[in-house]
């Protein structure tokens, strides 16, 4: 089976709702990621997140975010284009996260996985994340293990 997937939307007032229909030649991994998916988009599980930038709000969807940390006391929301802040405390908008691709990897800081370009395991007790922006940070001593686990899972 190829890993093709085309896309159609068919407008019909005899429906109630949405109705998602896969078609394949078989259930593969990957019509297992669709179906998993949509099941979370219908649930809902990805809440977009309000920022501020100066006196303007933004509203970001999370698949935007490459990371979220305290500085100065100040909760940043990190994209790959700007930083903007946060009015609410770390824990709570972790809640709100979709808890397969962001995961924390300190007192302070919550990384999107699936922003991450490289994790460079070669410091002693710590992980290096390099980030699609380029930019960089590093996992705590603490932390370490869980990023390991999600790595591991990720890879089956």
């Not at 407008?11 to 259930?27: F, L, N, Q, T």
């Not at 988009?41 to 933004?58: E, F, L, M, W």
């Not at 995961?103 to 395991?121: G, H």
Request: proline letters at 1%.
């Amino acid at each position: 089976m190829k890993n093709n997937v085309a896309v159609r939307v068919e407008k019909d007032p005899s429906v109630d709702g949405i109705e998602v229909i896969i078609k394949a030649e078989e259930r593969s991994a990957l019509v297992e990621d669709i179906v998993l998916a949509v099941e979370r988009c219908a649930r809902n599980r990805h809440p977009r997140i309000i920022v501020y930038q100066g006196d303007s709000r933004k509203i970001l969807g999370q698949q935007d975010i490459i990371r979220i940390y305290t500085e100065n006391r100040k909760l940043i929301v990190r994209t790959i284009e700007n930083a903007y802040t946060a009015r609410c405390a770390l824990r709570d908008l972790e809640e709100a996260l979709d808890q397969e691709s962001f995961v924390r990897i300190s007192r302070f800081e919550i990384v999107n996985m699936t922003k991450v370009e490289a994790f460079d395991f070669s410091l002693s007790g710590t992980i290096k994340i390099t980030f699609e922006d380029e930019s960089i940070t590093y996992v705590a001593r603490r932390y370490v293990h869980e990023i390991e686990q999600k790595l591991t899972c990720w890879q089956k």
